[in-house]
């Protein structure tokens, strides 16, 4: 499964974090999901309930931002909201949206008991 991969890499960088900052227990992992990046969400949380106790422990929540899809348009630069590729401009209907926004993938921070 896509989202396992994706969630060992979290919990990778999530332990990483934690190290550098000389935490031991890890409350929580933000992530930062764009609309466009593919990943199914039930699928994330569910992976990461699985993965979480030998990595990160049982305590470990994940929070997620999700970030709405946002696309501009290379003929007419309009920007228009976005949730899906090759979605033709809405204002000209004479091209394709460009992706400004929504593919993000990334931690954005983690929480740590003091
Ligand atoms: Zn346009």
């Given at each position: 499964?896509?989202?396992?991969?994706?969630?060992?890499?979290?919990?990778?960088?999530a332990?990483e974090r934690a190290?550098a900052a000389?935490?031991?227990?890890?409350?929580?992992?933000?992530?930062?999901?764009?609309?466009?990046?593919?990943?199914?969400?039930?699928?994330?949380?569910?992976?990461?309930?699985?993965?979480?106790?030998?990595?990160?422990?049982?305590?470990?929540?994940?929070?997620?931002?999700?970030?709405?899809?946002?696309?501009?348009?290379?003929?007419?630069?309009?920007?228009?909201?976005?949730?899906?590729?090759?979605?033709?401009?809405?204002?000209?209907?004479?091209?394709?949206?460009?992706?400004?926004?929504?593919?993000?993938?990334?931690?954005?921070?983690i929480?740590?008991?003091?």
């Amino acid at each position: 499964m896509h989202e396992m991969t994706i969630v060992t890499s979290i919990l990778a960088i999530a332990r990483e974090r934690a190290a550098a900052a000389g935490a031991t227990v890890i409350t929580a992992v933000e992530v930062e999901v764009g609309r466009l990046a593919g990943v199914e969400i039930p699928a994330l949380e569910f992976c990461f309930l699985a993965a979480r106790g030998h990595e990160v422990g049982e305590q470990a929540e994940l929070v997620i931002h999700e970030i709405p899809g946002l696309g501009r348009c290379p003929a007419c630069a309009a920007e228009s909201a976005m949730d899906f590729y090759a979605a033709v401009c809405p204002n000209c209907g004479k091209a394709a949206l460009e992706v400004v926004q929504g593919r993000e993938l990334k931690v954005r921070s983690i929480r740590v008991e003091d």
